[in-house]
């Protein structure tokens, strides 16, 4: 069993920088694909970057440039470095894992609760 838990949310002015991390405890995430989400009020969730089992990275096209996404697999974590926000960035921020290698063959299946982010212009 995976269990995922953010931190690193909070307030930020536009312009400004966050780093979220994810922990998992349980079973080593190594042999997973790690992703981040996000969802904003009133909106879907969309994909913001992900990293599979050996390193591919993908980004949300809205994120490109300004976010890193790494893993850190002795640790059991996930980061998410977030620079040049915006308030269109505002959401709250999902850690997720797959059972397997990439998120694009098999659909996470863990979840953490998630942290809130807030930009304000």
């Known amino acids: 069993q995976v269990q995922l838990v953010e931190s690193g949310g909070g307030l930020v002015q536009t312009g400004g920088s966050l780093r979220l991390s994810c922990a998992s405890s349980?079973?080593?995430?190594?042999?997973?694909?790690m992703a981040w989400y996000r969802q904003a009020t009133g909106k879907q969730r969309e994909l913001v970057a992900t990293i599979s089992s050996v390193g591919n990275i993908v980004y949300g096209d809205s994120v490109k440039g300004r976010f890193t996404i790494s893993r850190d697999n002795a640790k059991n974590t996930v980061s998410l470095q977030m620079n040049s926000l915006k308030p269109e960035d505002t959401a709250v921020y999902y850690c997720a894992a797959s059972r397997g290698p990439n998120i694009f063959v098999i659909a996470p299946q863990y979840w953490g609760p998630g942290t809130q982010v807030t930009v304000s212009s």
């Open positions: 349980g079973r080593t995430i190594s042999t997973n694909a």
